[in-house]
């Protein structure tokens, strides 16, 4: 078993950069997600293969270091707030009416999402299911 953690570990380790590197790409969610998938599936078999490609994919929206500018640009524009009355997390599908969507400016590299703020909060949404990808934090 501990032979399999240290290897689960050093792959984990090599990855790492093409992770990193996924973040700053142009296809960075599904470089993120087959990342997330490949590193997944070495800890924890197919079932940590799917959690690890949807962790990665996630992480193809922004970058960790982007967050707190994105959240200032978006408090900064004043955008209203949606009351949600579900838990605000990743997955969660919102209403198709009564939210607003912005284009996340260009300068931050995503793409094919919108965002939005619910319960305060700085959200990515794929807007064609109306899907949270990323919570801003």
């Known amino acids: 078993m ?7 570990g050093a792959v984990l380790a090599v990855l790492a950069p ?8 142009a296809g960075g ?4 997600g087959a990342t997330g998938a490949a590193a997944g599936a070495i800890v924890g078999g197919p079932i940590g ?15 960790s270091e982007q967050q707190p500018r994105f959240r200032q640009y978006v408090v900064q524009q004043n955008v209203p707030s949606y009351r949600y009355q579900e838990e605000v997390r990743v997955g969660a599908v919102l209403p198709s009416s009564g939210v607003e969507y912005y284009e996340v400016p260009a300068e931050y590299g995503v793409k094919n999402y919108r965002y939005t703020v619910v319960n305060e909060t700085p959200v990515l949404v794929e807007p064609g299911t109306r899907r949270i990808v990323q919570i801003v934090r």
């Open 29 to 32: 969610a599904a470089a993120g």
């Open 49 to 63: 293969a799917a959690v690890g490609g949807v962790t990665g994919a996630i992480v193809g929206g922004l970058a």
């Open 2 to 8: 501990s032979k399999k953690i240290l290897l689960a």
């Open 18 to 25: 093409a992770g990193a590197f996924a973040q700053s790409s």
